[in-house]
């Protein structure tokens, strides 16, 4: 059995052979969001992205992004929905995405 792999070659004149990025140009692509604290939800629906900052900076996260956890520093999350932004004031937190479904914890 090889290590190796290689991808088809392509010359990009039949779309169908050439490699297909599943990316998130969707501009219907949403995700599950929740952002609560032990007595409170703050926010809970489908959303296209979310604005946070971590230790390293501010950073988005949009639909189909891979498995991602971080604490999170006292910022305004906003989260865009269908409707526009829903600013949360944070004090800090953990942020948790898996599979299309974002998590933040307040309070913790």
């Known amino acids: 059995m090889s290590d190796e792999y290689t991808l088809p070659d ?3 004149s039949d779309p169908d052979k050439s490699p297909k990025k599943s990316g998130t140009n969707d ?7 929740k952002i609560y ?3 409170k939800v703050y ?6 992205s979310i604005s946070a900052e971590s230790a390293t900076g501010p950073f988005d996260i949009l639909p189909k992004h ?11 999350a ?12 944070i004090s800090g937190g953990v942020m948790h995405v898996k599979s299309d ?8």
């Open 101 to 108: 479904d974002l998590v933040i914890f307040l309070d913790v």
């Open 10 to 12: 392509s010359d990009g």
């Open 37 to 39: 604290s032990p007595y």
């Open 27 to 33: 501009e219907n692509a949403t995700m599950r969001v």
């Open 66 to 76: 891979h498995n991602f956890i971080t604490l999170l520093e006292p910022c305004d």
């Open 78 to 89: 906003i989260v865009r929905t269908a409707k526009g932004e829903e600013t949360v004031r």
């Open 43 to 48: 926010f809970d629906g489908e959303a296209k």
